[in-house]
């Protein structure tokens, strides 16, 4: 069986950190609010003229490195993101080119915090399909540029970052016990898309709009709806949440990934969690947490890795991985 094995990871942050009480100048909150409410304490900011090409890019550059390949061994680049350079091209090819990767297919997902998982799921279908042999995938975002900076619901929440995984189709036994991507579980439900929105569009207002949130439906519905995907990847591979190595969460806020573990009966010791420093930072949050947790030693060859996310839409999502 042909599975996609994650090569390398990388990930990076923009220079400009943003605390808490340096929010609690602009908007009426407090670091404790915040930090009780969300568990953030400070998120990372794109500079003027930072775009979310840029960002990817850096990200892209380091997982290259991670796995000892350069432009010409990639096949294929998606680019997870809500927060594109511009309505067309799509963000993926300015990153091909910034690259200077001249083969190939590059294209945007949009699944919004989901996109991540989405983008992963598309580059395992294709590489086993055998449309290339390497992808990078690319989670980047630049939500700063579209929060409402007077709204302290939304503005606290989120940060700008990205992350990058280099995924190699490679021959495997076919079991659990294959390096890889063993199965994905990709959901979606338009009826709640008045929840998490951005008030504008190309089509509908002709402005980038601003991000709006019922936070308290959000969480209502956030935990059922995890429980779901990651309930689906344990029975197609018939394992269990004792035979999780590391949860990978979204990394939207620390109340909703401590009640997702406890209702998985996931370890709290199993549960990476990058939110108290990174924010919210949408298709960007799990591959960061991954790649720190690969980087500070965490995550070994061989560990079983669940990663989950939920989005606006509403989206959500798991897969299951073989490091």
């Excluded at 009640?259 to 919210?280: C, D, M, P, W």
Aim: proline share 2%; glycine share 10%.
């Amino acid at each position: 069986m042909i599975r996609s094995v994650v090569r390398g990871t990388g990930s990076y942050l923009p220079e400009k950190l943003l605390t808490n009480s340096e929010l609690a100048t602009m908007v009426e909150t407090s670091d404790e609010w915040i930090v009780q409410r969300t568990g953030i304490s400070e998120r990372h900011i794109a500079a003027e003229g930072q775009f979310t090409s840029d960002l990817a890019v850096e990200a892209a550059t380091r997982a290259l490195a991670d796995a000892g390949f350069g432009p010409d061994d990639i096949d294929l680049i998606i680019v997870a993101t809500a927060t594109p350079d511009y309505t067309f091209p799509a963000t993926a090819v300015i990153v091909q080119e910034k690259l200077g990767i001249h083969q190939g297919a590059a294209f945007d997902v949009q699944a919004v915090c989901t996109g991540f998982v989405y983008a992963l799921s598309t580059a395992d279908a294709l590489l086993r399909a055998g449309n290339g042999k390497r992808a990078l995938v690319i989670g980047a975002e630049t939500f700063s540029r579209i929060l409402d900076w007077n709204d302290r619901t939304t503005c606290v929440l989120f940060g700008d970052g990205a992350g990058a995984v280099v995924l190699e189709a490679q021959e495997q036994p076919g079991g659990n016990d294959d390096r890889g991507v063993l199965t994905s579980h990709l959901r979606s439900d338009g009826r709640h898309k008045n929840k998490l929105f951005v008030d504008g569009g190309v089509s509908s207002t002709r402005t980038a709009g601003h991000l709006r949130m019922e936070g308290r439906e959000v969480f209502k519905y956030a935990v059922g709806m995890i429980t779901d995907v990651i309930m689906a990847a344990f029975a197609a591979t018939g394992t269990g949440p004792d035979d999780i190595d590391w949860f990978v969460p979204h990394q939207a806020n620390q109340r909703i990934i401590d009640a997702s573990a406890r209702k998985l009966e996931i370890a709290e010791s199993k549960v990476v969690s990058t939110v108290k420093y990174h924010g919210n930072t949408s298709a960007a949050s799990i591959p960061l947490a991954l790649d720190v947790a690969r980087k500070d030693g965490r995550i070994q060859e061989g560990d079983l890795v669940l990663l989950e996310a939920m989005g606006g839409g509403f989206t959500w999502g798991s897969a299951l991985v073989r490091w």
